[in-house]
């Protein structure tokens, strides 16, 4: 009696195991890229900006599955804080308070599906903003959740 009921409970967990169904879809656990390194990308590391202008923003993006969405943020580093994810320093001005700094935050979905994206956004700099030190942030997302941060330091003339 003791090995029926054993027996009945290894056949009810094989039957158990072959019910379920086999899911081959890989779990994506690698992160987007940011790729600013084409001669057209901008901005750079160390990029100068005229108070004024329209600048075009360019980047290459890729993931392994699929992209979601990216996001710029342009904010001032007047108080010397850092994000950014360069190797080279530049040269910064003096510590300074903020009286008109630029904030620009936009979020872009890149289409449904897509591997690989050029991204090109213009930004209109102000007139009457201060100038010095900023950062440039650029935030890619792809569609399981993965997040990639480029930080550069600008600087806005």
């Given at each position: ?14 039957l ?12 994506d ?5 940011i790729?600013i ?5 901008f901005?750079i590391?160390?990029?100068?900006i ?6 075009t923003?360019r980047?290459k ?9 990216y ?17 080279n320093?530049?040269?910064?001005d003096?510590?300074k308070?903020p009286?008109n ?9 890149i ?7 050029e991204?090109?956004?213009?930004i ?6 201060d100038?010095g ?8 997302t ?7 941060i480029?930080g550069l ?5």
């Open positions: 009696m003791k090995k029926t009921k054993s027996l009945i409970a290894v056949l009810i967990g094989l158990a195991l072959a019910s379920c169904s086999s899911d081959n879809n890989e779990i656990t690698e992160y987007p890229v790729d390194s084409a001669s057209n990308a901005p590391q160390c990029s100068e005229t108070r004024g202008q329209k600048i923003f980047a993006f890729t993931d392994n599955a699929a992209l979601g969405s996001s710029l943020d342009i904010h001032h580093n007047f108080d010397h804080h850092t994000h950014s994810t360069e190797v320093n530049c040269v910064a003096p510590i308070k009286v700094p630029m904030l620009y935050i936009n979020s872009v979905t289409p449904n599906g897509e591997k690989s994206y991204a090109v956004q213009e209109t700099i102000p007139t009457d903003i100038p030190d900023y950062h440039f942030m650029i935030r890619l792809d569609k399981e959740g993965w997040q990639t480029k330091s600008i600087k806005i003339l």
